[in-house]
């Protein structure tokens, strides 16, 4: 079968490091996908993994190992406003990224 | 690039009643996506049309319905509305555009209160 696991909450102060952690079990897979959806907002796109590796954009960065079903999300110099709850997703199908399997979400809450 | 459009945002039912939700994609995509959200479940994937042609399909009833029009705009339909309804539905477009890999646009979603 498929299934996806993260984290439900965690806590860091602002200006730390965190990261947030996904694990997975697929037969096929195409890729992993790490979103932010603030609280009564709509998802917004983070990352997107398809080689093993450490992909690194601005102060997110995102790591997969497919040989381990693992990937995670590492957030440095948080802020406040990086409070919000991160998702992962992986696409178990080639060529159609669109039926994604998701984790419920890390709720990330950034103190002072 | 204009994003991802939902409406309504906000909905109130009544069980056994029926709702549509229009979703208008970004500009160009051709791929319309629909979940439903909700606290103890996550994101669960609906359906997915693509040139008017469902071509993915979750695992819910036969209740939940879409459609796809010429334009790329998507409808979702659900009939004999049930409490357990009650969600935010989101639909995502995606389309390849250059830099993109399939990546997932998400409108601001439909919350539908089913009483």
């Known amino acids: 079968g498929q299934n996806i696991d993260q984290p439900t909450e965690m806590t860091a102060t602002e200006g730390a490091i965190v990261q947030i952690n996904c694990t997975y079990q697929?037969?096929?897979?195409?890729?992993l996908f790490w979103y932010q959806q603030h609280a009564g907002e709509a998802p917004t796109f983070l990352s997107y993994?398809?080689l093993d590796g450490l992909e690194e954009k601005g102060r997110f960065s995102s790591f997969l190992s497919r040989s381990k079903g693992y990937s995670y999300l590492l957030l440095k110099e948080l802020q406040m406003k990086d409070s919000a709850s991160y998702l992962c997703?992986?696409?178990?199908?080639?060529?159609?990224?669109?039926?994604?399997?998701w984790g419920l979400g890390t709720s990330l809450a950034v103190n002072p | 690039k204009a994003g991802v459009t939902q409406t309504p945002r906000y909905l109130i039912k009544t069980r056994g009643q029926q709702v549509t939700l229009s979703c208008s994609p970004i500009?160009?995509?051709?791929?319309v996506s629909w979940y439903q959200q909700t606290p103890g479940q996550g994101l669960q994937f609906l359906f997915e049309?693509?040139?008017?042609?469902?071509?993915n399909k979750g695992n819910f009833p036969g209740r939940f319905s879409g459609r796809q029009f010429s334009n790329s705009r998507s409808e979702m339909n659900v009939s004999t509305l049930e409490l357990g309804d009650s969600a935010l539905y989101l639909c995502?477009?995606?389309?390849?555009?250059?830099?993109?890999?399939?990546?997932?646009?998400f409108g601001p979603g439909t919350r539908l209160t089913v009483l």
């Open positions: 995502a477009s995606s389309g390849r555009l250059a830099g993109d890999t399939d990546t997932q646009y």
């Open positions: 500009s160009g995509h051709r791929s």
């Open positions: 049309y693509f040139s008017e042609t469902q071509r």
């Open positions: 697929t037969s096929g897979f195409n890729g």
């Open positions: 993994n398809v």
């Open positions: 997703a992986f696409s178990p199908n080639a060529g159609n990224n669109r039926k994604l399997i």
